[in-house]
Structures are given as structure tokens and as C-alpha cells.
């Protein structure tokens, strides 16, 4: 299984990103597909997940601004990010829960918002 994730940059407060990530390889019809971030010095720390079904779960920071979404189709989940803030700066990793077969990770891709 391989992720690849696409979308990061830079942008100046209150701005707008989309990040996505696509998943490839044995993957299962039931799974999570989602994103976490890191910040320099910090803990990894939920951004936001989706369910194959389409349940959801936020991380508290980011509830109002961000929106998940995926494509099961294609194995792809996507990430808007509104009304960002410099505290949103970080590495975003894409994650998919592919069942008994565990866990995985994307590369990281960087975001940065200036303020």
C-alpha cells in the first residue's frame, strides 16, 4: 500500500488550502482514511478523519474551518482548509486504517501560514 499526498504550500492567514491523498495497493472497501498533523517540537495530533461509510471525526482545533471528504472509488480523501491560522503550520500526513492489514502513512506534505 502506498499514500501520496498533494496540496501543501504556503498561504497567509484566513487563506485557503486543499490538501488530498491518494491511496493505492491492497486496500479493503472498510476503512478510515484521514490526516494529522505535527508541528516542529509537538505531538502528532488528529486533523480529521473519514470513514469508508462516512463518519467523520475532527480534531477540536480545526472543527468549522476544515471539511474531509473523500472518493471511494478511488481510494482518495481530500482535505479543505479554510480561514487558516500560523498555528495550523505543519506537516500533514495522510493516514488510511486498512483493517487487519494496519496502518499507513503518507509521505508528509508542509503547510505553512504566515501571519
Known amino acids: 500500500v502506498q499514500l501520496q499526498a498533494f496540496g501543501g504550500g504556503l498561504v497567509q492567514a484566513g487563506g485557503s488550502l486543499r490538501l488530498s491523498c491518494a491511496a493505492s495497493?491492497?486496500?479493503?472497501?472498510?476503512?478510515?482514511m484521514g490526516w494529522y498533523r505535527q508541528a516542529p517540537g509537538k505531538q502528532r495530533e488528529l486533523v480529521a478523519t473519514m470513514h469508508s461509510v462516512g463518519s467523520t471525526a475532527y480534531g477540536d482545533s480545526v472543527k468549522g474551518r476544515f471539511t474531509i471528504s473523500r472518493d471511494n472509488a478511488y481510494n482518495t480523501v481530500h482535505l479543505q482548509m479554510n480561514n487558516l491560522k500560523p498555528e495550523d503550520t505543519a506537516v500533514y500526513y495522510c493516514?488510511?486504517?486498512?483493517?487487519?492489514?494496519?496502518?499507513?502513512w503518507g509521505q508528509g506534505t508542509l503547510v505553512t501560514v504566515s501571519s
Open positions: 493516514q488510511l486504517k486498512n483493517g487487519i492489514r494496519g496502518d499507513y
Open positions: 495497493g491492497s486496500i479493503f472497501s472498510i476503512n478510515t
